[in-house]
């Protein structure tokens, strides 16, 4: 079955940096456009980046551009956000996403407090 496996969050102060993991399994990994979620306290859940099977394309959201970074090793299983320059308002529970065989996957999430 699809699972996936969110990780690598904790508490940063503002200006840190993180790198958040999901590793897939149970589907062909390659071929599915991933994604990274993320929903802050009393907030509707909202897209973060997404990246291509082939890695050959992202997007972001326009609060994220130029600070985090969406990439996949697709040998690995494995899709990664690099996050940069993190603010308060980053702090949020954060889940990867794929889409297979026509449903919605999630991982478990990740909590991202950024925080003095």
């Known amino acids: 079955q699809v699972q996936l496996v969110d990780s690598g969050g904790g508490l940063v102060q503002p200006g840190g940096s993180l790198t958040l993991s999901c590793a897939g399994s149970g589907f062909t990994f390659s071929l599915y456009l991933m994604s990274w979620y993320r929903q802050a306290a009393g907030k509707e859940r909202e897209l973060v980046a997404a990246i291509t099977g082939a890695g050959d394309s992202t997007n972001y959201a326009d609060s994220v551009k130029g600070r985090f970074t969406i990439s996949r090793d697709n040998a690995k299983n494995m899709v990664y956000l690099q996050m940069n320059s993190l603010k308060s308002e980053d702090t949020a529970v954060y889940y990867c996403?794929?889409?297979?065989?026509?449903?919605?996957?999630w991982g478990q999430g990740t909590q991202v407090t950024v925080s003095s």
């Open positions: 996403k794929a889409n297979v065989w026509g449903g919605a996957y």
